[in-house]
C-alpha cells in the first residue's frame, strides 16, 4: 500500500478540483474564440466576454462531473482489486463512461463505456510507452575506467 498519496476522499475532491479548473480554463479559451469569431466586427469583444461567460462554467462542470466519477471509480476498483496497475484507469474509464450514458440506454451505455475504456487504454499504453523510453535515458552507467596508458606512473610502451 502507498502511503505516500491522500486518501481516496481527497483524491477524489482533487481530481474534480483540477478537472473543473481544467475544462473552465479551456473553455474560457475555446468560447472565448469562438464568441469573438462569431460577433459582428465592433462588438467582439462583449461577444468573446458573453460567450465566455455563458459556456466556460458548463463545460468546466462538465469536466469536473467526468473527473470526479473517474476518480471515484477508480479508487473503488483499488479497493477491491487491491492492487495498483494500469487496468484499475481503463475499468474505472468503463464505468465512468457507462455512468455517464446510462440515461440513454443499454446500449448507448454499454458503447460509451466501451469507448471510453478503449480511450483511457490508449492513454495508459502511450503513458507505459513513454516511461520506458525515458527510463532508458535515466539508466546508471558504469563510471570510465582508466586505460593503462593513461595512469600515472605507468611505464610508457615501448616499441
Not at 65 to 78: M, N, P, Q
Not at 83 to 102: M, Q, R, S, W
Not at 110 to 125: D, H, K, V, Y
Request: charged share 15%; proline share 6%.
Amino acid at each position: 500500500m502507498d502511503h505516500t498519496r491522500d486518501p481516496c476522499p481527497w483524491v477524489i475532491l482533487n481530481d474534480f478540483g483540477g478537472a473543473f479548473s481544467m475544462g473552465a480554463i479551456g473553455g474560457a479559451v475555446w468560447h472565448g474564440v469562438k464568441g469573438f469569431r462569431n460577433s459582428p466586427t465592433g462588438e467582439r469583444r462583449i461577444g468573446a466576454l458573453t460567450a465566455i461567460k455563458a459556456r466556460a462554467p458548463v463545460l468546466g462542470g462538465n469536466f469536473g462531473v467526468w473527473g470526479g466519477l473517474f476518480s471515484t471509480f477508480d479508487c473503488a476498483v483499488k479497493g477491491v482489486r487491491q492492487k495498483e496497475d494500469p487496468y484499475n484507469a481503463i475499468i474505472a474509464g468503463f464505468f465512468t463512461g457507462g455512468a455517464l450514458a446510462v440515461r440513454g440506454g443499454v446500449k448507448a451505455a454499454r458503447n460509451s463505456a466501451i469507448g471510453c475504456a478503449c480511450l483511457l487504454a490508449i492513454i495508459e499504453g502511450v503513458g507505459i510507452g513513454l516511461n520506458r523510453v525515458m527510463a532508458s535515458n535515466n539508466m546508471p552507467q558504469n563510471p570510465q575506467l582508466p586505460s593503462e596508458s593513461s595512469k600515472v606512473g605507468a611505464p610508457a610502451m615501448s616499441a
